[in-house]
């Protein structure tokens, strides 16, 4: 196969969505534009068209596939030319889910500048894509401008006109209502690139450049608006810096000017107003006002002025847009409104105008979720703590029953759990499906926030539609340090799910050693049985683990109980081809037979049988394997049979059978039965 370079795009999308990235369709011409950009300054074109190249030639369905056997080749040294590129396209898709999605990557920044809008030069101060030597950086903060055809000639005239003798180079990112574009100036060419290949023009063909501009953002009425963002190297020469400057502030004054000119109706040619508030062009803001623009005009995905400039953290754009009577509390097509995009991305000084313009602190996006929500969400303390200030609901829960708690347990966020705990949110509220904040907490680790909530009097043992209750999650995850800490609390070790299931199996199942000894160590049952009668000794042996196994049989699991099909452990680990397992399975069964016939033997003789009995390593046996009923029994029950002649023989008889875990019960059923054979006086009771 081979795809076109108009579909390479959503080829792009689809590959990325195969590998497991986030990625969608609704902005990642942000992430690949900008990443074509930054291997243009890099001098890197070649090499990126290369990675599409080989792109081109593989389907979506089969790239999983594929990179894993080019992994493979290049591990064994065997890797063809196409292979070599393929691996290398990973730290490409890399970059652009990075810049695309930055809050998908909390963990590349710190908590107090975390970047949760598109903010490529944020993200570029943080991280190096593409093995970037130096970060590029942002000359001017942007500019606006609505363009005929001729205009933009006369732009790019004059870009080429002020660089032309300059070495470096200076990318230009363009965005309008939908989409994102780059270019970079060279010292040779053009390097366009529309979400796909980069493409080489020559200074000559500026009509072709422009052409591509305006089909790229789809223009009606010839007229292209975007807003401009301009970057260079930190190392470019001073001519250089002075001559993009110089052209910056020439092109602001001619965008001035064709705005007065462009129609009558400015709000013809799209939704300017959005665009400059995007861009945060404070100064074409104030002049598409004055023209009588539409100040709630939204983008295509419905997103409003003021909406778009709580997102970006444009604060000067807010205020002229408040101050303009703008429409505060319209929402997007999803719902979002400007206070949730100013909470949802940690914009403190936006969300604090919003409320003093009186916006709706509890208004929800579609699926419910409110500023409140967002902000314990994304680890926003400040917007959390201004909207607790302004009386927000705090417990008010999304359409899926999360509410602010539990969001913030989800996500780890302690200090926004704190402060939610102390203005008494409801910690105990259920999620649809029953998952309280403790329970999510232990299921994704998050020990801290748990204990924060133990401390605080949550709810330990409340359970999900299944019966799962927050140890049976972490036990499962094999999240140690949150079951230690529900252990403590007093949780039920033993609470099942509709099938039977307890935590020790899916401990044992996972292979997750410390939570099963941490579970039995608090008395959870050995020999609990699933629905079909298996035991947590079927979920090691069919998995292979090992530890698991061994810790069971030390706790006294039974490897003779079968299953209801009358399938046994040992069965399984045959059928699953677990060896290491079958063979500790084996070898206990031989040291049981062993000690049965050797007890059988001693019976006549009751010094050995005694002295026998006594040693440590057959009190351990006997102690470990007290709950099968076929060998425990068995050995005590030859004392039924034993001439012991006197009450002291039957003291360190009992004294023997204690060690070996024997209950009263047990110990009084062979009393009774040697009293009742006469083999034992009365008195002895």
Request: with cysteine; aromatic share 6%.
């Amino acid at each position: 196969m081979s795809i076109a370079p108009k579909q390479i795009h959503s080829h792009i999308v689809k590959c990325m969505q195969a590998l497991g990235y986030k990625s969608d369709n609704n902005g990642v011409c942000y992430g690949i534009s900008h990443t074509a950009m930054v291997a243009a300054l890099q001098y890197n074109s070649a090499e990126y068209n290369s990675y599409l190249d080989v792109l081109s030639k593989i389907s979506s369905e089969q790239i999983v596939v594929e990179m894993e056997k080019a992994i493979e080749a290049v591990n064994n040294n065997t890797a063809d030319k196409q292979q070599l590129v393929l691996v290398q396209v990973k730290p490409l898709f890399d970059t652009i889910e990075l810049i695309h999605r930055v809050s998908s990557f909390p963990e590349l920044f710190e908590k107090n500048n975390r970047v949760f809008t598109q903010d490529f030069v944020a993200t570029m101060d943080v991280v190096s894509p593409l093995g970037l030597d130096e970060n590029p950086i942002l000359l001017n903060k942007g500019f606006c401008g609505g363009y005929t055809k001729a205009n933009l000639k006369k732009y790019f005239t004059s870009l080429h006109k002020a660089l032309n003798h300059c070495v470096s180079s200076a990318g230009l990112s363009f965005g309008s209502k939908n989409h994102q574009i780059s270019i970079v100036h060279t010292r040779n060419h053009w390097l366009f690139c529309n979400a796909g290949y980069i493409e080489v023009l020559q200074f000559e063909e500026v009509d072709k450049l422009v052409d591509k501009v305006m089909a790229a953002f789809g223009c009606s009425n010839d007229i292209a608006s975007f807003y401009t963002n301009v970057y260079l190297r930190k190392k470019a020469e001073l001519n250089f810096q002075a001559g993009i400057e110089k052209w910056i502030n020439s092109t602001i004054k001619t965008n001035k000017k064709n705005l007065s000119s462009l129609s009558q109706d400015i709000n013809e040619y799209g939704p300017l107003v959005a665009i400059a508030a995007k861009g945060g062009d404070v100064n074409y803001l104030q002049l598409l006002i004055k023209a009588n623009a539409n100040i709630n005009e939204a983008l295509d995905d419905g997103v409003t002025p003021a909406c778009v400039a709580a997102e970006n953290g444009n604060i000067e754009c807010l205020k002229i847009l408040i101050a303009a009577k703008a429409d505060i509390n319209k929402p997007s097509n999803d719902g979002a409104t400007p206070m949730f995009m100013a909470a949802q991305n940690g914009n403190v000084e936006c969300l604090k105008d919003l409320i003093h313009a009186k916006a709706d602190i509890n208004k929800a996006r579609k699926n419910g979720t409110t500023p409140v929500v967002m902000a314990a969400t994304n680890d926003n303390i400040e917007c959390l703590k201004i909207l607790m200030a302004a009386k927000a609901d705090i417990n008010k829960q999304s359409d899926d029953g999360a509410s602010p708690a539990f969001m913030a347990a989800q996500n780890g966020n302690v200090e926004c759990l704190k402060a939610l705990i102390g203005a008494n949110a409801n910690i105990n509220q259920v999620r649809n499906d029953g998952a309280t904040p403790a329970f999510i907490a232990a299921e994704i680790g998050n020990f801290k926030c748990l204990k924060i909530l133990i401390d605080s009097g949550v709810k330990v043992d409340t359970q999900l539609s299944n019966g799962a209750t927050p140890a049976f999650a972490a036990a499962e995850k094999g999240n140690i340090e949150c079951l230690n800490v529900l252990i403590d609390a007093g949780v039920k070790v033993d609470t099942q799910l509709s099938n039977g299931t307890t935590p020790v199996f899916m401990a044992a199942q996972n292979g997750h050693i410390e939570c099963l000894k941490a579970l039995l160590s608090a008395g959870a049952k050995v020999n609990a049985q699933f629905s079909n009668g298996e035991t947590p000794v079927f979920m090691a042996a069919q998995n292979g683990n090992v530890e698991c196994l061994k810790a069971l049989l030390s706790a006294g699991a039974d490897i003779s109980q079968a299953r209801n099909d009358g399938v046994t452990p040992v069965m399984i680990a045959t059928h699953f081809k677990r060896l290491e397992c079958l063979k500790v399975l084996n070898d206990i069964k031989k040291v049981k037979q062993e000690i049965l016939k050797t007890i059988s033997g001693l019976k006549s003789d009751k010094t050995q049988l005694l002295n026998y009995l006594s040693q440590p390593n057959i009190v351990k046996t006997l102690k470990t394997h007290r709950g099968e009923n076929t060998f425990f029994n068995r050995s005590i029950n030859f004392f039924s049979g034993f001439d012991l002649g006197s009450t002291n023989s039957w003291r360190c008889t009992e004294k023997i059978l204690r060690k070996a875990g024997a209950t009263d019960d047990e110990i009084n059923a062979v009393r009774f039965n040697l009293i009742d054979k006469g083999e034992l006086p009365k008195n002895s009771l």
